[in-house]
């Protein structure tokens, strides 16, 4: 069972001189829950190598047993070290595509076109397809087969204006996500800041904000085992 995480390769936050990128807890989380259920994982970057983690996720006060299992965990800051690019990567070797969110996701995965081609070519073929916080911001500008965009009437989430305001980057993000995914049709719902959201619609599996990140890859691993086991 081949799964294929994708990161941001962007670690700039806007004009504000700070530095973003992937949040750790919205990775590491995901990654071992799959991983330790036999997954075999694939990291991947629109420029490849190192991928960015946001320093505000790499704190005491967001650490989680995930996180902390990741700062001790060689093998796995080595695949972050030197994740491929994606223009290398073929959706036909994984059951399912997973996109861990970070803020950095707004600046690039939101406009690249080979991450987009890519969630298409996931979605034609009726793949799972996870993305947690501020990573639906990566279908922005993606296609159903029909021509419309992809969340056009499906249930879906992300992180939520309130969240955004709540951490004081309303006017810093290039747009914000639970915005995007109403202008795009989407039927966007939330629950309590920080709280614990998933929706699953077919396929399309989308988590509110970081503590929704495990619970994203738990509907993932569950919509990926009956293509493992058909």
């Not at 700070?18 to 997954?39: H, M, R, V």
């Not at 914000?176 to 202008?183: F, G, N, R």
Request: with cysteine.
């Amino acid at each position: 069972m081949k799964i294929l995480f994708v990161l941001t390769s962007h670690d700039t936050l806007g004009n504000t001189g700070k530095k973003t990128g992937f949040w750790i807890e919205e990775f590491a989380s995901p990654y071992y829950a799959l991983a330790d259920n036999g997954a075999q994982i694939t990291i991947a970057t629109p420029k490849g190598g190192p991928a960015p983690i946001d320093p505000s996720s790499d704190t005491e006060e967001n650490a989680t047993p995930a996180t902390k299992r990741f700062k001790t965990d060689a093998e796995v800051q080595e695949k972050i070290q030197n994740t491929i690019p994606l223009s290398v990567v073929n959706a036909n070797d994984y059951a399912a595509i997973f996109y861990p969110g970070g803020h950095g996701p707004l600046w690039d995965l939101a406009n690249d076109s080979t991450s987009i081609k890519l969630i298409e070519q996931f979605n034609a073929a009726e793949k799972p397809i996870g993305l947690v916080c501020h990573a639906p911001a990566a279908l922005k500008y993606v296609k159903n087969t029909d021509g419309a965009p992809l969340v056009h009437g499906k249930q879906v989430t992300g992180f939520s204006n309130s969240e955004e305001a709540a951490v004081q980057l309303t006017d810093v993000v290039p747009f914000l996500v639970e915005d995007m995914l109403k202008a795009n049709g989407g039927n966007y719902t939330k629950t309590n800041d920080w709280g614990v959201h998933v929706v699953k619609d077919g396929h399309l599996i989308t988590g509110q904000n970081p503590a929704s990140s495990e619970l994203v890859a738990e509907t993932l691993l569950k919509a990926i085992k009956p293509l493992r086991n058909g």
